[in-house]
């Protein structure tokens, strides 16, 4: 969750999991099956289909986390921005207004967004609600299975359906077939750490606390620029190519600029000996230690790998303290968003086709957010962190374009 501007509102150990290691299942398809269905282009996924210009944007999307090991829960952090707000709307002053979710064109998008994410094969879905809340969100997402319609009836339930919880989070969970969603969030404000008369040395907002870029030498984001540039992004874009862009790692990308404003503001207006404002630092990232404590006690000790859709200014600190953690290891989604697109070596393209990094000519077709169970891919970690898919030498042809259609979703391309 983006920090609120309002400054002034309240706020054992673990015996090891000793988890396997699994073996996946996969669907492939001879590549000239996929001009078939008439596709030639990712309709609203990736706009740029030609394979030089997309190598190069992969080449520059390495992940910076570690690789896991043997009994580690591998945790995926997909940083999202808050789909249920807008700037009218909110106290977040980093809010932006990203259409109309429920909409035919967004709700496209979020079936290929998920549709990418469940390649992944989480045991576990996590959300941005508090512990507390747990049956509250065991409520919503039961009603969300039974017919979305009746969530806004569930009691204790005050979140839209626009909320990426529902529209990422339940809809994840349940293509995927897991009979529930665990809530992680500490809800704590910034200015939880203060005393009275530090908090009344405050501004009401978040923003007049910022230092000015041009106040300084050193490299610092200008905020209404990079406000302007996601809500661009949002307008021009697919959620899709949104999220790739959101969920870009590297120290000084979008996802960053909450750390360094905080960091800036802290040490900027602080004295040898009065550390007022480090103290919001210091709160911030006490609710991500808390976070990151829920992800390891909160899902079930068997679940291996857990997915986590958070606020995206919370996936820089989270993977800083996962890396740390013994027992978990971070992993970026960036792969499953950004590997999905042509085959041009092999002269294929479609929508939902993804190209195998490792295998430029094999495919992998998504069947209902599974893969299914028709040949098994060894597996292997890599530096990247992601896992190597190897193919088998058998093949399954599928019988009928009809039949294909109808499980590749490909009559929407």
Not at 89 to 104: F, H, K, R, S, V
Not at 284 to 300: D, E, F, K
Request: hydrophobic share 35%; net charge negative.
């Amino acid at each position: 969750m983006t920090v609120s501007a309002t400054m002034r509102s309240t706020m054992t150990s673990r015996p090891e999991s000793g988890l396997t290691r699994r073996l996946f299942t996969g669907a492939t398809a001879a590549a000239a099956m996929a001009g078939l269905a008439g596709c030639t282009a990712l309709q609203d996924d990736i706009g740029n289909t030609d394979s030089e210009a997309n190598s190069e944007a992969n080449s520059e999307l390495a992940d910076p986390w570690p690789s896991p090991k043997e009994s580690q829960r591998e945790v995926m952090l997909l940083g999202s921005t808050h789909l249920a707000q807008s700037p009218g709307d909110t106290q977040n002053a980093y809010a932006t207004d990203p259409g109309d979710i429920l909409g035919e064109q967004r709700q496209r998008e979020l079936e290929t967004l998920t549709n990418r994410l469940a390649e992944w094969e989480p045991d576990r879905i996590a959300v941005e609600e508090m512990v507390s809340q747990q049956s509250v969100i065991d409520d919503a997402y039961t009603a969300y299975r039974d017919d979305t319609d009746t969530l806004e009836t569930v009691s204790g339930w005050e979140r839209d359906r626009s909320d990426e919880i529902v529209q990422i989070g339940f809809r994840l969970a349940d293509k995927l077939g897991h009979d529930s969603v665990d809530a992680v969030d500490y809800r704590q404000s910034v200015a939880a750490l203060l005393t009275d008369a530090e908090k009344q040395q405050l501004p009401d907002s978040l923003r007049a606390l910022l230092v000015d870029p041009d106040s300084v030498a050193y490299p610092l984001p200008d905020m209404a620029e990079r406000i302007e540039e996601e809500q661009t992004r949002l307008d021009k874009g697919s959620l899709v190519e949104f999220y790739q862009w959101l969920n870009t790692p590297d120290v000084g990308s979008t996802m960053w600029d909450n750390d360094i404003h905080f960091y800036a503001t802290a040490f900027e207006n602080s004295d040898p000996g009065d550390y007022t404002y480090v103290k919001l630092m210091t709160a911030w990232t006490q609710r991500n230690l808390r976070i990151a404590s829920n992800i390891w006690n909160v899902p079930a000790e068997d679940n291996e790998r857990v997915l986590v859709i958070y606020g995206a200014s919370h996936v820089p600190q989270l993977g800083q303290i996962l890396t740390g953690a013994p027992m978990m290891v971070p992993v970026s989604p960036l792969a499953y968003l950004t590997n999905w697109g042509t085959l041009s070596s092999c002269g294929v393209t479609g929508r939902g086709i993804e190209t195998n990094p490792h295998t430029p000519c094999s495919i992998w077709i998504s069947v209902g957010g599974r893969r299914p169970l028709s040949w098994r891919n060894s597996t292997q970690h890599t530096k990247d962190g992601q896992r190597r898919r190897y193919r088998r030498e058998e093949w399954r042809s599928i019988k009928s374009v009809k039949q294909r259609q109808e499980q590749e979703h490909l009559t929407d391309c």
